[in-house]
């Protein structure tokens, strides 16, 4: 009896990652979609993660004079900070073309590719390749997200395309990305991980943003603006991330991932108030389609050795 109610407690610590990781998550895309107004996708990007960068800066220079720091992570960081790149710059500027709420739901298309990717490299979730509830819950997002666009009125204009090739390009390298972290940082605490992904994504971004950005643009910015990309870069990205990797690592990916699935009504409400945005009712079942497929995958995957 103690062990069956030891399984039923609800871990508190994991559950406010989760939720903190939803509420910052769901911030991003209002502030980014407010920062278009001023600075291009490059720019802001790397001011954002600029700002993240720093926030963690510390924590990372204590934990190498503590000693407690892996000198490996350096190593293993590369290939996730690399997808971390060419995801952010994807993620930024779908925003310039769609609205977030629509740009979010889209994105939620990611777990179609994070769920094909776990299958090719980790062994122990090839058993979902066997699973009904899995391949259900895939033709069920598929499903949702070519019903997401069929419905959109303005889907042939030019500027609506670009934006959902970019996000539907974007889920592809968050599932990259995912995956990736999954790989490297499996034993490494989520802080330490981030704090290395972070110094080398910004180089990437800066790089960019030097390239095709109009950095200059940063000294026309005001005290509002400002404080918009301070509290991006430390609660949309330096805290959210680090929350959601160590919520993973104390509970697993699933009951996360279900969490997250929350996320693009919580944007299309905020998104409805401040900007207008709004779907109309056939996007909005669709959407509700391939929220519910990628829940069921996530279920899928979460049975795994319990004879799905």
């Not at 559950?15 to 991003?28: A, I, P, Q």
């Not at 160590?246 to 929350?262: D, K």
Request: with cysteine; proline share 2%; aromatic share 14%.
């Amino acid at each position: 009896m103690s062990e069956r109610r030891d399984i039923r407690k609800v871990d508190v610590t994991a559950t406010l990652e989760c939720v903190g990781t939803l509420l910052f998550w769901s911030l991003g895309p209002i502030i980014i979609t407010y920062l278009t107004g001023y600075v291009d996708s490059w720019t802001q990007n790397a001011v954002r993660y600029a700002v993240a960068c720093l926030f963690w800066l510390p924590f990372l220079i204590f934990s190498i004079r503590r000693k407690s720091f892996d000198n490996a992570t350096w190593r293993r960081a590369i290939v996730p900070a690399l997808a971390n790149v060419i995801m952010q710059s994807l993620y930024a500027a779908a925003f310039y073309y769609i609205g977030p709420a629509f740009m979010i739901l889209l994105a939620k298309t990611s777990i179609i590719w994070v769920a094909g990717f776990s299958l090719i490299f980790f062994a122990e979730e090839r058993a979902l390749a066997r699973s009904k509830r899995f391949w259900l819950g895939l033709v069920l997002s598929i499903l949702g997200a070519v019903g997401v666009l069929y419905f959109r009125k303005d889907f042939a204009a030019v500027g609506t395309i670009t934006g959902v090739v970019i996000t539907l390009c974007q889920a592809f390298m968050w599932a990259v990305y995912t995956v990736s972290v999954r790989i490297a940082f499996r034993e490494t605490d989520s802080r330490s991980g981030f704090s290395v992904i972070s110094i080398y994504t910004l180089a990437g971004l800066f790089v960019f943003a030097m390239l095709f950005g109009r950095m200059g643009d940063c000294v026309k910015l005001g005290i509002g603006q400002w404080t918009a990309i301070v509290i991006s870069g430390v609660v949309s990205i330096a805290l959210a991330h680090v929350l959601y990797y160590a919520a993973m690592r104390r509970i697993g990916a699933t009951i996360p991932a279900l969490v997250i699935l929350a996320q693009p009504f919580i944007v299309l409400t905020v998104s409805y108030i401040v900007f207008g945005e709004s779907l109309n009712g056939l996007q909005l079942l669709f959407g509700l389609v391939l929220l519910a497929g990628s829940a069921l995958a996530v279920w899928a995957q979460q049975q795994l050795g319990r004879g799905s």
